[in-house]
């Protein structure tokens, strides 16, 4: 009564529902391997099928050498038969070799697949929303977690079936040459469900505990990793080598706890197992010794008495891969639970591009997650080609603005639209197509500098590659390269000087030939002469609107106007 009630307690506390709800997001991400499944389950069936033959040939060889000098034909009786369990172990090898590499073959297809939607589905996602997670827990649920949901579709089904088909036929037979010994067999059974019964929720716990401490080493790695230079140049190689230590003796205590879990019971099950086979053997030569049955029969007994104990652990063993699994899909759908973008208005920002169209703020505000206002009652026009100057200390707002405009932020009142005529379009993922940004820490993607460069047009040419260089002062250095435009840059642009991996930043947003230019604190890095013939370059570019950030003051005379964020509210000043 006690247990029922539990059960009754752990499904109303929700446990069992986000199993199922878990375990149908697992099928629907994978149906489409239905017919590798069914493929699967009858490779295994054949390979038990095979065993349990092969198990049948083994009593018969053992019954013709000892009945050898009794019969006549007993020596073609030991070649037909040895023949016979050659021929069986040599199939069961090469079955065996082919669902390995059937397998293989299966896992990899759903692991890039599913690892495929995953990665397409962070950048889809909110950007504010997708915030909450460090990029290192990220990753980990992209690969770790991605590897143990594929992992399953070739885990569950297939060995369920196939394992309790071998049970069911190694009892069988059994139960048909000695039913005293399927009782024997069956031991197991009772022991391994006791084992079983607390396995299962404690499994869960330790696998959700095991994947976030994964996550946390992870993300410590990746964080570290990406700011090496940083690290030594503040002189805190010590400090991370300590909070290291600190994230690994977290690790190696839950991995020791769950080790010990795991140690317990499957030393039970092993013990049992071990008690079974004893058991049997025992029950078999008492048997052989009273004459009731041969050699081969006794060694038939101890194989399929071997099939029933490991058929009922692998059972056993299912639960925590499942367990894990779930685990792994519950973070996965986390991610696809989160907000997606759309891409809507396609038509209406294509027909933009066309005309010289505004962009229009009115009573703009925004806060982060409901906190203190970051922006409040912006209201500002931004006409076709004009340059734009927005000012203010840090902090106060300049680079939100800018993901405002890009949409990667969500106003959380007022408007944000671009306007041509009667054509009105809200400010969205669709129309950030119309737009090409610079942002403060200029990012540079591995690869040649073409490479980077092409990532917003890949069909530009070498020529078209070089003008966007000249326009942002870049195209006299990247010749000097050894390659040129071909030259390999490290991660992070780390072959470059800050400076020039600047201005190849401006050179990539210059080629995507969007209507409007974003830059923000873009020629912090420049010195003045440079930074003047970048903007007039810039200034000089036809139907380009540019709206930049910035702190110094040298930029100011280029622009149309000048705005300045003050105590979350946007004032024009006057011109310099």
């Known amino acids: 009564m006690s247990f029922l009630k539990k059960v009754i307690s752990r499904v109303r506390g929700g446990a069992l529902r986000d199993i199922w709800r878990e375990s149908r997001w697992i099928y629907r991400h994978t149906r489409a391997y239905r017919s590798a499944v069914l493929a699967y389950i009858l490779l295994g069936l054949l390979s038990t099928g095979l065993g349990i033959a092969s198990a049948l040939v083994s009593k018969e060889l053992v019954n013709s050498i000892v009945l050898l000098g009794a019969d006549n034909y007993g020596g073609r009786r030991i070649a037909v038969v040895g023949i016979s369990v050659v021929l069986l172990g040599g199939l069961g090898i090469a079955l065996n070799a082919y669902v390995s590499r059937f397998s293989a073959k ?29 990029s290192g827990d990220l990753l980990s649920r992209i690969n770790t977690d991605v590897t143990n949901v594929a992992g399953s579709v070739l885990g569950w089904l297939p060995t369920l079936v196939v394992k309790l088909t071998q049970f069911a036929a190694s009892l069988t037979l059994i ?185 229009r703020l009115k009573d703009l505000s925004y806060s982060y997650q409901s906190r203190h206002l970051v922006l409040d009652d912006l209201t500002l026009t931004i006409s076709p080609k004009e340059m734009i100057a927005v000012v203010g200390p840090s902090g106060s707002g300049k680079t939100t603005l800018f993901r405002i405009l890009l949409a990667l932020l969500r106003p959380t009142g007022g408007t944000a639209e671009l306007v041509s005529g009667e054509l009105r379009v809200p400010l969205s993922p669709a129309t950030r197509s119309l737009f090409s940004y610079v942002p403060q820490d200029n990012v540079i993607f591995s690869g040649t500098v073409a490479d980077t460069l092409r990532l917003v047009r890949p069909e530009a040419t ?68 440079t930074e003047q013939k970048v903007l007039q370059n810039i200034a000089s570019l036809q139907d380009k609107t540019c709206i930049l950030s910035t702190h110094r003051p040298s930029v100011l005379s280029l622009c149309d106007r000048i705005y300045r964020i003050r105590d979350t509210h946007l004032e024009e000043l006057p011109q310099q």
């Open 462 to 529: 070498d020529d078209e590659l070089y003008a966007a260089l000249r326009v942002a002062c870049a195209e006299d250095f990247v010749r000097a390269l050894p390659q040129g435009l071909y030259s390999e840059l490290r991660e992070r642009g780390g072959s470059l000087s800050v400076g020039q991996n600047q201005r190849l930043a401006i050179a990539r947003a210059v080629l995507a030939d969007a209507p409007i230019l974003l830059l923000d604190e873009v020629t912090s890095a420049l010195d003045m002469e």
């Open 106 to 134: 299966t896992n990899l297809r759903v692991s890039n697949e599913l690892r495929a939607e995953v990665f397409h589905t962070f950048l889809r996602t909110d950007w504010e929303s997708l915030q909450q997670y460090h």
């Open 175 to 359: 139960l048909c040459y000695d039913p005293t010994m399927a009782v024997f067999a069956l031991i197991t059974a009772p022991v391994s469900l006791l084992v079983a019964r607390p396995f299962v929720s404690k499994m869960r716990r330790f696998s959700k505990e095991m994947r976030d401490v994964n996550s946390e080493m992870m993300a410590f790695h990746e964080e570290a990793l990406q700011n090496a230079q940083s690290i030594k140049a503040f002189n805190l190689v010590d400090a991370f080598c300590g909070r290291l230590d600190r994230v690994q003796t977290r690790y190696y205590d839950t991995a020791m706890r769950y080790n010990r879990f795991s140690v317990f019971n499957s030393s039970i099950l092993s013990v049992t197992g071990l008690v079974v086979s004893y058991l049997c053997l025992g029950w078999g030569a008492f048997r052989l010794w009273a004459g009731k049955i041969d050699f081969g029969t006794m060694v038939l007994f101890i194989q399929l008495a071997g099939y029933l104990t490991s058929a009922l652990s692998a059972l056993i063993h299912l639960v925590p891969s499942a367990i894990e699994a779930t685990v792994s899909a519950r973070r996965i759908m986390t991610i696809f639970d989160l907000p997606q973008e759309t891409q809507e208005d396609l038509a209406a920002v294509e027909a933009l591009r066309k005309t010289d169209f505004s962009l």
